[in-house]
């Protein structure tokens, strides 16, 4: 008998183990996967808020606040790139 998980608990039959057994997610995992996931999607959203102004959003507005480090500023596209 298994003991009843937790959210994200599932009893798995992979082949890590040759009985049932639990995947149980590790706290830490989540925490970074969350700040990772979380600040990707809000970089994102201001990019599409920012070209929808038709404004330009430097890497410094996109991170800011984030748990993101600017590592290289770049400049404004040229309005016939992609």
């Known amino acids: ?3 009843r998980g937790g959210r994200g608990v599932r009893v798995c039959k ?4 040759h009985r049932p057994h639990l995947h149980r997610p ?3 995992d989540l925490a970074a996967k969350h700040s990772c996931v979380n600040g990707a999607l809000s970089i994102i ?3 599409y808020l920012a ?3 038709q404004t330009f959003a430097s890497t410094w507005d ?6 993101y ?4 500023s770049e400049a ?4 016939g790139s992609v």
């Open 69 to 72: 480090d600017v590592i290289c």
């Open 45 to 47: 959203h201001r990019d």
């Open 76 to 79: 404004p596209a040229h309005s």
């Open 14 to 17: 992979c082949t890590a183990h």
């Open 26 to 28: 590790c706290p830490i």
């Open 51 to 53: 070209r929808k102004r």
């Open 62 to 67: 996109l991170a800011d606040g984030l748990r």
């Open 1 to 3: 008998v298994l003991p």
